[in-house]
Structure formats: structure tokens, C-alpha cells
């Protein structure tokens, strides 16, 4: 029964640290990345379709992604996708492909962004500090019932505690990663 908590519960903040690393993926810090695009829906014959899914998505240049649509007649679609996005990036296309430029960011934004990044890391701890109270909570529960013995739940407690800071420490580290990238030149 302790080791099903502490599974579960592991599992679930190792899902939580892997979305924030793939949500952080999706900021644009100046460089160009495949990740960027990956939100990006088009309307494929009035069925909102993942970018990726019509398209191949290839980093040339730091700071350039091309996105060739392998139906050339979604050129406009995919385009006018990107230009609809919140990437504030204006796609320029040929017909066959569509470039998409990546601007130096300024001091402002970059600063803006790494405020938005604290902001995300911090709901991320809540959400790990969340899994952890609901562990707790069962384990508790299961030594009120009887389930387990007082000596194996404050055991299984400490564990807990142990997860929880060792996935905090991740989320921390991912963010100092992605702060640093952010404010380089």
C-alpha cells in the first residue's frame, strides 16, 4: 500500500516537472526551436490540425525555422496559422515554404519573460506541494484504519517529503536553465 502511494505519486510529479520543461520549451528566447510552433493548430479542411502533423519543421540557422507543408496547398493555411498565433513572429512564405525569422529579444521582453517563467515555476511547486498533501493525506487515512502502522507512515511521510524536494529541485533547475537562456545576448 506505501509503495503504491509513493509510486503514484512520484509518477505524477515526474509528469508534472515533464510538462513545465515541454510548456518552458514553447517560450521563445530568441533562438529558433522546433517547440515553438508545436501549439500552433491549423484549420486542415475545417479540422484544427497540430502543425507538426502537416508540416516538416527544420532550425537552419539559429534564428530561423522553416516549416515546408507537405500539402502545398495548406501553404496559406499554415501561414496564416503562424500569423494568427501569439508567437508575434510574421511568417514570410514563397509558396513552398514559410521562414519564420526570430528576432533578437529585447531587454524588456526578456525580462518580461522571465518573470512569466517564475510565475509558471511557481504554479509547478504548488502542483508538486498538492501531490504531496494528497500522499500524505491517504497515508494518514491508512493509519487511521489500521492499514499501516504509526512507525511505517512517518516513514512513508518522509519519503514523501524527500520527492517532493527532490522534483522542486528539478523544477528549479529547469528554470535557472531556461532563465540563462533567456537573458543571453
Partial sequence: MI???LDDTEERMKKTVEFFRKDLATLRAGRATPALVEKIMVD?????????????????EPRLLVVQPWDKTQVAAVEKAIAKSDLGIHPQSDGNVIRLVIPQLTEERRNELVRLIRKKAEEERVVLRNLRREAND????????????EDERDRALS????????????VDKVLKAKEKELMEV
Avoid: F, H, W
Avoid at 519519503?159 to 528539478?170: I, S
Fill in 138 to 149: 491517504l497515508l494518514k487515512e491508512a493509519a487511521k484504519e489500521g492499514e499501516i502502522s
Fill in 159 to 170: 519519503e514523501v517529503q524527500k520527492l517532493t524536494d527532490r522534483y522542486v529541485a528539478e
Fill in 3 to 5: 509503495r503504491e502511494v
Fill in 44 to 60: 486542415y479542411y475545417g479540422t484544427p490540425t497540430p502543425i507538426q502533423q502537416l508540416a516538416s519543421i527544420s532550425v537552419p
